[in-house]
């Protein structure tokens, strides 16, 4: 029975790898720099609400959308903005991550990175189907990053993140949206 079940999986992660390109692009258009960015109320890990109206005219705000805390990507870009914070703070900035995660486990990857930024739980995935970046199918996330101004308008989408490099990138970003750079 084992090598069935094996076989089922194999052939379902081959469909999945072939469909969801063909499928990825059905609501990546949604959001487009110069709108205003979605309005939420989310559970950061620690269980505080977090509202993103609380932000208007207190600084930028990086929101990353990213698929799974725990894998290695999702790792590699939270530990990342982890080590840049101050880069990206300096910018009057604060960061997001966002994921589909629960609290509890949103809770346990901030704390075993020791991350020094919020995290912020989307279960049923409506903030992420809102911004345009929920997978197909999946009730996961595209790792994609926004940049939003103090007036919560959106500033820089980048839909094409590289874990290591997005909190430099969104640094140095920053500092040429306000004028710096």
Known sequence: MKP????KRAVH?????????????ARAESLAVGQKAPIFQLKAQDGQEVKLSDRQGKGWTVLYFYPKAGTPGCTTQ?????????QV?????????????????????????????????????????????????MKMAKR??????PELVIRDINDDVDPALDAHIVAE????LKGGA
């Open 13 to 25: 992660l081959l469909l999945l790898s072939i469909s969801l390109p063909l499928m990825s692009g």
């Open 89 to 137: 703070r300096e910018q009057n900035a604060e960061v997001y991550g966002v994921s589909t995660d629960e609290v509890p486990a949103l809770e346990e990857f901030h704390k075993k990175h020791r991350l020094n930024f919020t995290l912020l739980s989307d279960p049923d995935a409506s903030i992420t189907e809102a911004y345009g970046v929920k997978m197909p199918v």
């Open 173 to 176: 970003r920053l500092k040429q």
């Open 144 to 149: 994609w990053t926004f940049v939003i101004d």
């Open 4 to 7: 069935v079940r094996w076989l």
């Open 78 to 86: 939270a530990c990342a903005f982890r080590d840049a914070i101050q």
